[in-house]
């Protein structure tokens, strides 16, 4: 990997311009989907279903969530189809195919960056103070970007033997937004099924990642440590079952 990180770069930044090539919003997309996300479910399941939130104004509370949440569902999206749209390249020359994606989940950093750029907008028009524990944001922002490669390499690795799971997954991730606390509180996950609920990565990633924004209570604590072995053992093997299939790739695809 080390080797080859200029490819990496190039890779990661071919992404970000094809992604926004002839659009007219450009990078305004980045905010576009969260935002409108949150507009729905303040509407119907803040002010219509009265879904707790923590003590926290709703479209702030779902926000916070959804910023994380989207990160992940679009560089999963993206990598579980890096090896086949570059299918002409891992055909034809040799590099380390983990680079594809890698590169394509790094290349939604950039419209993370964005997103999350309006929750202090919104912490600023809720009158909520910025806390300490904002500097925490990084290392929830690295924890999703584990899960989302490690999901994202079985995902990739795939997609080049059974084209299904480019329809799959698409379908796979909205239903992972309603077991993942985006648009609820993981506190109204029965304490009893809390830890149980934390094999879902995801959960103890957008808690934890909420909590360093609002200060919500009670910490994540158990269920985050949960998420964060899940998501290692998801990388882990992850890795394991990519690199054994690296080996038929370019006979494959």
């Known amino acids: 990997m080390w080797a080859y990180r200029d490819l990496l770069y190039f890779f990661t930044w071919r992404d970000v311009k094809v992604r926004y090539k002839q659009t007219a919003l450009g990078a305004a997309w980045a905010v576009l989907q969260p ?3 949150m507009v729905v479910f303040a509407i119907f399941l803040g002010h219509l279903a009265h879904i707790a939130s923590d003590g926290k104004p709703y479209p702030l509370f779902s926000y916070s969530g959804l910023v994380p949440w989207t990160l992940f569902a679009s560089a999963l999206t993206a990598a579980s189809q890096s090896l086949v749209g570059n ?3 891992v055909s034809k020359i040799y590099f380390p195919r983990v680079i594809a994606p890698i590169a394509a989940t790094g290349s939604y950093i950039f ?3 964005i997103s ?3 929750v202090f907008v919104l912490l600023v028009i809720y009158g909520e103070p910025f806390r300490l524990s904002l500097l925490l944001l990084p290392v929830f922002t690295v924890m ?3 899960v989302a490669i490690a999901i994202g390499l079985w995902a990739a690795a795939l997609n080049v033997r059974y084209r299904d799971v480019q329809y799959a997954i698409p379908f796979i991730v909205q239903l992972w937004l309603f077991l993942t606390p985006v648009a609820y509180p993981a506190s109204l996950v029965p304490s ?3 830890l149980l609920y934390g094999l879902n990565p995801m959960a103890g990633v957008v808690e934890g990642f909420r909590w360093s924004i609002l200060g919500t209570q009670p910490r994540p604590g158990g269920l985050l440590v949960v998420s964060l072995c899940a998501a290692l053992v998801f990388l882990v093997l992850g890795m394991r079952y990519f ?3 690296n080996q038929t790739f370019a006979d494959v695809i």
């Open 35 to 37: 935002v409108l996300l």
């Open 87 to 89: 299918s002409n390249l």
């Open 111 to 113: 419209d993370f960056v």
């Open 116 to 118: 999350l750029s309006l």
């Open 144 to 146: 999703t970007m584990v």
């Open 192 to 194: 009893r099924w809390r």
């Open 243 to 245: 690199a054994r299939a």
